[in-house]
């Protein structure tokens, strides 16, 4: 079983327990990984698709782990009750819906050791929200597959954390990115800037709407570009 770079990392960023909940598991294959390399002992493979949830059982079944995997149909967290699992995975939706699935469910959230977070999209809203919403980010991290980023938050709920954290360039890069100054990161904010830089180039007109949106990107690039020159020389 042949892993992305994107799932590879995943598994290895899961912690070693007993008991892994994959909300949104697709093919399963994250779950048969962690199974195969013995960091869990149990995995809950979980999706709102009846037709992923049978791929991922016949995956587990061809890679002889099916007795260690349960399957179960229902969106979100709904199929898992507070304290079943020590940890779930969410990997690869978008920001905006793991905001609303993990608000969703708060009861379940809070029983968790860790949850291992791969925003496919949005992953700034993502952060904004963790960071006010009482999570301690206890590690990200960033991959390149090709011609796309990944970015990944290992979380967990804390009543210690504050409500406020700096918000660096409007959450779009991540304070343990650049404390550990991520080998990707210059070119990651470079690939950020350049995508503010196409979105600009297609506002046109002299309104004030239009010179709001203008000055907010270049802000933004400048930040970005701040970043970039101070943290990572």
Do not use: W
């Amino acid at each position: 079983m042949d892993l992305s770079k994107r799932l590879q990392k995943v598994s290895e960023m899961v912690p070693m327990c007993h008991t892994v909940a994959d909300i949104g598991t697709d093919h399963g294959f994250a779950l048969i990984s962690l199974l195969k390399k013995g960091k869990i002992k149990k995995g809950i493979a979980s999706d709102n698709k009846a037709m992923p949830l049978e791929k991922a059982r016949r995956n587990s079944e061809e890679e002889g782990q099916s007795e260690f995997m349960s399957f179960r149909l229902g969106s979100g967290f709904e199929t898992l009750e507070p304290g079943e699992a020590n940890g779930a995975i969410l990997a690869g939706m978008g920001g905006i819906l793991m905001v609303e699935l993990l608000e969703s469910a708060q009861a379940v959230v809070e029983k968790l050791d860790f949850l291992l977070l791969q925003p496919a999209q949005n992953p700034e809203i993502l952060r904004k929200y963790l960071y006010q919403n009482h999570f301690e980010i206890m590690d990200e991290e960033l991959v390149q597959e090709e011609r796309r980023f990944y970015e990944y938050f290992l979380v967990r709920k804390s009543e210690n954390t504050v409500d406020f954290y700096p918000s660096i360039c409007d959450y779009s890069i991540g304070n343990i990115l650049l404390e550990k100054k991520h080998p990707l990161l210059h070119v990651y904010i470079e690939s950020k800037i350049q995508e503010l830089a196409v979105i600009s180039e297609k506002i046109h007109g002299t309104t004030e709407n239009a010179k709001m949106k203008m000055e907010r990107l270049n802000h933004k690039m400048r930040e970005l570009r701040r970043v970039k020159d101070e943290y990572l020389c």
